[in-house]
């Protein structure tokens, strides 16, 4: 985000409440390099933070008052009372900031109100974590202003609860805590059971490599239905295994816990999707610290065939996007997020980003699909105030 930017966002502030406001906060949204589904399964994950960001102008008030305005969504300032948030009470985008203020007053943090402008460069509906990046922003500027001493980490899980309970989408701590997190330059090896992290150099520039984000333009709700139902059939799975989690099963223990699960064919698939993934994770690690990021291409092939197969939340558009870049030279590629539409990951030599982005276009347009979006994918900084 740009000073110019942010600058910009400070006097829509001004123009809408009539002062100018007390800081300007950006957040970023995250590609999730391997680790998908995982998060909430106490596993492994490793994104790395998007040049993309929600950013926030934001003025602190001691009335009890919270105004909220998106530069992004149609229509005037919403004013509510933070005594009268109550969870799911609202389905707009507006429970996302509220949805925080609710977090942290419930956890016995003194909130007492804030005016509040957003606008966001994260696309929405892409797998890029446009919600957390939103909740983030609005926690590190009251977490600043009311001088609540909060560190990254804590604010990704009130974010978090903020979201699995005001919002009532089952989402685990990996969005919030790369928003949160992460550095420039680096992808976060994250332990979201005990949120250890370790900050992985992530430089594919200097190796002469590209990672490029395809936005299929197919939109999820990860609030909805399916997401909901693979959590619950993975908590299903470790209940039959009598694990706390499936991050409990060694992945050199997978084959006889699949076959102590009998002819639960769909809880079966979970589990193998969730154990093997987190071997993955560990796969890339080694790898990119081994200096070998090549290698990682065909690791995030095996990613994308488990999450088609196993957890079965691919779509059309997602496969086309794998199968077509790998047939034009591709290093590795597979879906990157909650899944059911959204984005696709796709790792290239430098040299092909031109060819393999123009015949992934070229079989959108084949296929009577709406064009992609595509991007490359530059680690950049996590939260962070910009004035």
Not at 143 to 166: I, K, M, P, S, T
Not at 312 to 332: F, K, N, W
């Amino acid at each position: 985000m740009s000073v110019d930017t942010a600058a910009e966002v400070a006097q829509r502030f001004t123009r809408l409440y009539g002062s100018e406001p007390e800081g300007v906060w950006a957040a970023p949204g995250r590609v999730n390099l391997i680790g998908e589904h995982t998060d909430y399964n106490d596993g492994f994950v490793m994104p790395f933070a998007l040049p993309h960001t929600a950013v926030a102008a934001v003025t602190p008030r001691t009335d009890g008052v919270l105004r909220l305005h998106s530069a992004d969504v149609e229509g005037g300032v919403v004013e509510l009372r933070v005594a009268d948030l109550t969870p799911q009470a609202d389905r707009n985008w507006t429970a996302y900031p509220s949805g925080v203020v609710w977090a942290l007053r419930e956890a016995g943090h003194e909130v007492t109100g804030a005016d509040i402008h957003l606008a966001s460069t994260v696309p929405a509906g892409a797998g890029l974590s446009s919600s957390a990046a939103l909740e983030v922003v609005v926690a590190l500027a009251l977490n600043d202003l009311f001088g609540l001493g909060l560190r990254g980490w804590q604010l990704a899980r009130l974010c978090q609860r903020a979201e699995n309970v005001y919002v009532g989408a089952p989402v685990g701590i990996m969005d919030q805590t790369a928003s949160a997190c992460c550095q420039a330059g680096h992808a976060l090896f994250l332990d979201t059971r005990d949120l250890a992290q370790r900050q992985v150099p992530f430089d594919l520039a200097a190796e002469g490599l590209r990672l490029l984000v395809v936005d299929t333009q197919v939109k999820h709700a990860h609030s909805e239905g399916e997401y909901g139902k693979r959590r619950a059939g993975c908590e299903k799975g470790a209940a039959l295994l009598g694990v706390n989690a499936l991050r409990d099963i060694p992945y050199e223990e997978l084959d006889a816990a699949l076959e102590r699960l009998g002819d639960e064919a769909e809880v079966r698939r979970l589990v193998r999707h969730v154990v093997t993934e987190d071997q993955r994770v560990e796969r890339v690690v080694a790898l990119l610290e081994a200096g070998e990021p090549r290698a990682i291409g065909p690791v995030l092939v095996e990613g994308h065939v488990s999450l088609r197969d196993d957890f079965r939340i691919s779509c059309p558009e997602l496969d086309l996007v794998v199968d077509t870049a790998l047939e034009a030279g591709a290093l590795g590629a597979r879906m990157t997020g909650g899944g059911f539409g959204g984005s696709a990951i796709v790792l290239v030599e430098a040299a092909d980003v031109e060819a393999v982005g123009k015949a992934v276009q070229a079989a959108f347009a084949a296929a009577g699909c709406t064009a992609p979006r595509i991007f490359e994918a530059v680690p950049a900084a996590g939260a962070r105030r910009l004035s």
